[in-house]
């Protein structure tokens, strides 16, 4: 019943860009914290960005800030990722996942994505 599922991966050139989309089901997303998070092979699943329900107050890692925007549209209960200026390190699957009200940079989310590929490569 509690589904995201995500879209907008693919490949791209080194300083591209990229839009990831999490569509929630079964739950309002202007109720939830939506985190991104990310892995590479061989990797710990890292946190990238959160928005917060309560204000929307958004949260970025020093790896991606400057860089990505998370951002939430409520009418059509997709939360976004904007990626800009990609390098190659970027390059993991990308998930996206939701908590009740108030984000965190560990791994307490309830629902999870079934993530995404992004390769920035040349």
């Not at 985190?35 to 061989?42: D, N, V, Y």
């Not at 991606?64 to 390098?87: C, E, P």
Request: aromatic share 12%.
């Amino acid at each position: 019943q509690l589904q995201l599922v995500e879209s907008g991966g693919g490949l791209v050139q080194p300083g591209g860009s990229l839009r990831l989309s999490c569509a929630a089901s079964g739950f309002t997303v202007g109720y939830y914290a939506i985190g991104w998070f990310r892995q590479a092979p061989g990797n710990e699943r890292e946190g990238l960005s959160c928005i917060s329900s309560s204000d929307d107050t958004t949260y970025y890692a020093d790896s991606v800030k400057g860089r990505f925007t998370v951002s939430r549209d409520n009418a059509k209960n997709i939360v976004y990722l904007q990626m800009n200026s990609l390098k190659p390190e970027d390059t993991a699957v990308y998930y996206c996942a939701a908590r009740f009200r108030y984000c965190t940079p560990r791994l307490d989310y309830g629902v999870w994505g079934q993530g995404s590929q992004v390769t920035v490569s040349s």
